[in-house]
């Protein structure tokens, strides 16, 4: 089954920026031909979809993260991508990508983001 390896986060200090990744091993797995989403998960609290990208490129993100992440999919690279901009502290987390609007595969380890001042 597919396996999900999530790549690009660290430490930034509010307003920066950082562009985290997502690539899949272990099987055949197209990211053009699945629903897709990037999840994040804060101390303390539950697991939610920030942003998401249908198979057709239609594009959508929760309110709080609006305007400044941007969801893309290189099918080239058959890699998916976040841009994350104008970072605050509220966006530490932990980032995960899979399927949307539901993670039903196999979660990767995700990769950590913490803003801090």
């Known amino acids: 089954q597919v396996q999900f390896v999530e790549s690009g986060g660290g430490l930034v200090q509010p307003g920066g920026s950082l562009r985290l990744s997502c690539a899949a091993s272990?099987?055949?797995?197209?990211?053009?031909?699945?629903?897709m989403g990037w999840y994040r998960q804060a101390p303390g609290k539950q697991r939610e979809l920030v942003a998401d990208?249908?198979?057709?490129?239609?594009?959508d993100s929760v309110d709080s993260v609006k305007g400044r992440f941007t969801i893309s999919i290189d099918n080239a690279k058959n890699t998916m991508y976040l841009q994350m901009n104008s970072l605050k502290p509220e966006d530490t987390a932990v980032y995960y990508c899979?399927?949307?609007?539901?993670?039903?595969?196999?979660w990767g380890l995700g990769t950590q983001v913490i803003v801090f001042s």
């Open positions: 990208i249908t198979r057709s490129g239609r594009t």
């Open positions: 899979n399927v949307a609007p539901v993670g039903r595969l196999n």
């Open positions: 272990g099987s055949g797995f197209i990211f053009s031909l699945s629903n």
